[in-house]
């Protein structure tokens, strides 16, 4: 079956760094998401990746897809405690169902 | 317009009770799915249903069943309830499959606790 590990598994940055965020797939992506789930909350779609090379901005969060070596990335720039949160990639699996990685949490400390 | 609607927020249980997680969606969606997260295990997919009448399991199917009611309605069952099915449980909800790269929808999620 396939499966998404995402690294770091836990992040604290001081608010106006950049940080990074890695998604790697056991097997070829056939579209890549990225969400973000407050603390306790449900998730919030962020960006749809479906092409390799496709690169998507929202705000000050930037995603890429690098089909061939099956992974993507989601790059924060500027980190703002506002951005704390879980961050999930997710894709479809080889019968079509949406499956997700194991996460990234997420801490911007003043 | 509610999105997907997840009944109860929170429910605590005996083991070896039973109940119904009740989950509606009012966008016309085709898929359900139904997740469990838990700590440091991200979401984990239980059961999926890609269209009404249909039902698929998941990664972690023991212990669950399904029903998908009608094409808004999308329920999951615990028969026999255990503490490992403590758990957030999320419901969600996407017009299409998503390899048609359609985003999916998720509802606020049940706090399930089994004592």
């Known amino acids: 079956s396939q499966e998404l590990e995402q690294s770091p598994q836990s992040l604290i940055v001081q608010e106006g760094k950049n940080l990074t965020i890695n998604c790697t797939s056991s097997?070829?992506?056939?579209?890549l998401y990225w969400y973000k789930q407050k603390y306790g909350e449900g998730l919030i779609f962020l960006m749809m990746?479906?092409?390799?090379?496709e690169e998507k901005s929202h705000e000050k969060i930037t995603a890429k897809l690098d089909e061939k070596k099956q992974q993507s990335s989601l790059h924060i720039t500027a980190s703002q405690p506002s951005h704390a949160g879980i961050y999930l990639c997710g894709a479809a699996s080889s019968t079509d169902k949406l499956i997700f990685g194991t996460g990234t949490r997420l801490q911007v400390f003043p | 317009n509610a999105g997907v609607t997840q009944t109860p927020k929170f429910q605590v249980l005996k083991t070896g009770q039973s109940m119904t997680l009740q989950c509606a969606q009012d966008m016309n969606h085709n898929s359900m799915y139904w997740y469990r997260q838990d700590p440091g295990m991200g979401l984990r997919l239980i059961y999926y249903s890609a269209s009404e009448g249909t039902t698929d399991k998941g990664e972690v199917p023991n212990g669950y069943n399904v029903s998908r009611l009608n094409k808004r309605e999308f329920s999951l069952r615990l028969e026999s309830a255990a503490p490992s099915q403590t758990s957030v449980y999320f419901c969600a909800s996407s017009l299409t499959t998503v390899r048609m790269n359609t985003e999916a929808f998720f509802g606020q999620g049940t706090r399930l606790t089994v004592v």
């Open positions: 097997k070829t992506l056939y579209g």
């Open positions: 990746l479906q092409k390799g090379g």
